[in-house]
């Protein structure tokens, strides 16, 4: 398999290529920015109202943007700092070997904490009975700490030996190598790959199941509106809306992470499986993945209640007030022209609108 020249160079050099820090101290700025004014919004919710489990899973999502983005940017900064690659900071490679961790660590971490996500929300609204009994945050501590223990594991075999980390231009970005000549990183390649590509597909999946329960359930709602009480009927319309707002969170989240993501997974079938390849495009699947903890964040802050409660509510408010104001005109009539016997009209409207039963004749 052939390597550019400039590629194969970036592997091995001790000092800088090119590039500016601006760039990267924007990123990690946004980034800490993001993800601590995330942490502060899910705490002032929290101290209002017990956290459920989609918002300890949403806080751990968070956490994990935030420990991805202090594991890395750091060390980027460090190296333009010194002008030195990550590869000449340290004679055993031991920097490159934490970069290119680190980045196939929390890009696996992340995707599965959303597809975790999308799961108890497919759980809870089409099958509610078994997430009652099963489901509780308990359950959620128990899953992150799995996840992040597998990820671990997986993303440590390269230090044993399958799979290698490597360097890449400018001398700032260590990750999996994208051109192997060997066959076990090629399957690690291959296994990195398709686990990404698995829970991305199985998150749309459940996203989707998500959106036709709802509408299901928007439906029967709608069609039960006249025999469903007055209290139970704005509560059920309050738990839709919650659950909208779950929704369009969790759907804003896992398009960002599509887009940051699979670019990366098709360039790495695209290298394994190819034998003429050009190195100068696998920096910006590189670049794209190392965005996705600066979106997160923010996509929480802009997509977070209030926001689309608001949104709701005043789309629910202009169609109940076009509903409240056809009633009253199809009953207006019959308030104004029944009026019993003994009873002046004045009396007959206040009968109307305040009387009940044995009172009429008092």
């Not at 010194?82 to 992340?110: D, Q």
């Not at 999946?205 to 069609?223: D, G, P, Q, T």
């Not at 738990?239 to 997974?265: D, N, R, W, Y």
């Amino acid at each position: 398999m052939a390597l550019s020249q400039e590629n194969a160079s970036c592997h091995n050099q001790s000092t800088l290529a090119d590039g500016s820090p601006t760039k990267s101290a924007i990123m990690f700025s946004a980034g800490v920015l993001g993800n601590v004014v995330a942490l502060i919004l899910l705490e002032i919710r929290r101290r209002k109202q017990s956290a459920s489990l989609f918002q300890v899973l949403v806080t751990s999502l968070v956490l994990t943007d935030l420990l991805g983005t202090f594991s890395v940017s750091p060390v980027v900064l460090t190296a333009y700092l010194r002008n030195e690659s990550l590869i000449g900071m340290s004679k055993i490679r031991l920097v490159c070997g934490h970069f290119g961790f680190s980045m196939t660590f929390f890009s696996l971490v992340t995707l599965a904490i959303l597809l975790f996500m999308a799961v108890e929300r497919w759980l809870a609204i089409g099958h509610p009975y078994y997430y009652e009994k099963r489901m509780s945050k308990r359950c959620g501590y128990i899953t992150v700490a799995l996840i992040y223990l597998l990820c671990a594991i997986f993303s440590g075999t390269p230090f044993l030996g399958f799979g290698k980390y490597v360097q890449y231009c400018p001398g700032t970005w260590c990750f999996i190598d994208m051109h192997p000549p060997e066959s076990k990183h090629k399957v690690f390649n291959i296994i990195y790959a398709s686990c990404l590509l698995v829970m991305i597909v199985c998150t749309v999946l459940c996203n989707a199941s998500v959106i036709y329960h709802l509408l299901l359930m928007y439906r029967r709602r709608k069609a039960h509106r006249s025999s469903v009480p007055r209290q139970r009927g704005h509560t059920r319309h309050r738990s839709i809306a919650k659950e909208v707002e779950h929704l369009v969170l969790l759907g804003f989240m896992t398009i960002a992470f599509v887009i940051c993501s699979l670019p990366l997974v098709i360039q790495v079938y695209f290298n394994t499986c190819c034998y003429q390849v050009h190195d100068q495009y696998d920096l910006l699947p590189l670049l794209l993945v190392s965005v996705n903890p600066i979106i997160d964040p923010w996509v929480f802050i802009i997509l977070s209640p209030p926001v689309p409660r608001l949104l709701w509510d005043k789309m629910c408010k202009t169609a109940k007030c076009k509903s409240t104001q056809e009633k009253v005109r199809s009953i207006h009539p019959v308030l104004y022209h029944s009026k019993p016997p003994g009873n002046s009209e004045g009396g007959s409207v206040m009968q109307g609108y305040t009387g009940t039963p044995g009172t009429a004749g008092s």
